[in-house]
């Protein structure tokens, strides 16, 4: 059976205090009950981990946002999985788009993300999606398939069962335009094909996929009764923990 997952994405948000207030109050809420078979994780900003890991202990997952393409050395600024894993997460995001667009990271830079990620003990959580102009030119399974077969299709049987995949299409990301139930679904069942050709049947069951853009209490349920949706990667909605909370509860 496959995990269901809401993450909490909360990107260049909170300092310090404002994100253990966040976590204590998400973890407070958990304690009251719900959430009952869904894997929680939280993704703060690097500098928050150590502290809110002391916070959540193992109740609630913990991811950075990002880590290095190389493993140690000259690269002033960049952390590295390994760090992240020494400092208690279990999960890295990899590939957001955020990254992919301002920063320009590659295919072949995420999948050394990926890589990095794995061999230190840390499960990727890997994002993928298209932009606007791909969509209204329908060519977005193309997009994904590539970002897929470069940022991934690398990696043995074995590897890729530590996965987690989020299809988050560029332009519902922080718009408050969310991809239809149908739009979401049609992608998501896309990649668990692709994932049953590549491996097999199996693999392609096991593997969570979230999806992630203005995911909200109000569209959670619709979106999460799906198939082939097993839960969120949210952004916004995730700073509030009410509105995270209720989003854990929409299945
Ligand atoms: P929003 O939920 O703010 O649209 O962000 C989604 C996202 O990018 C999560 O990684």
């Not at 913990?62 to 279990?90: D, H, P, W, Y």
């Not at 890729?160 to 519902?172: C, D, G, N, R, T």
Request: with cysteine.
């Amino acid at each position: 059976m496959r995990r269901k997952i809401v993450a909490g994405n909360w990107k260049l948000n909170t300092t310090l205090t404002e994100g253990m207030d966040l976590a204590r109050s998400v973890i407070d809420l958990l304690k009251k009950g719900g959430g009952g078979n869904v894997s929680v994780i939280i993704a703060p900003p690097f500098t928050h981990l150590t502290e809110i890991k002391k916070i959540i202990g193992d109740e609630i997952g913990l991811a950075a946002q990002n880590c290095a393409a190389e493993k140690s050395g000259a690269f002033t600024g960049e952390v590295s999985a390994e760090m992240i894993r020494s400092a208690g997460a279990g999960y890295v995001i990899t590939g957001h788009s955020e990254r992919r667009h301002y920063f320009n990271e590659s295919d072949k830079d995420v999948a050394s993300k990926v890589r990095n990620a794995i061999e230190s003990g840390l499960q990727p959580l890997f994002c993928c999606g298209e932009k606007l102009h791909e969509r209204e030119r329908s060519i977005y399974t193309e997009v994904i398939k590539k970002q897929i077969q470069l940022g991934l299709f690398d990696l043995p049987k074995d590897d890729f069962s530590k996965v987690i995949i989020a299809y988050e299409p560029v332009w519902a990301i922080g718009t408050g335009k969310n991809a239809t139930p149908e739009q979401a679904q049609e992608i998501h069942q896309y990649i668990r094909h692709l994932v049953e050709e590549k491996y097999d049947r199996n693999v392609a069951n096991n593997l969570t996929i979230l999806y992630g853009g203005s995911c909200k209490p109000s569209n959670a349920g619709e979106l999460f009764s799906n198939n082939d949706i097993d839960g969120g990667l949210i952004g916004g909605a995730s700073l509030s923990a009410e509105d995270f909370y209720s989003i854990i509860n929409s299945f």
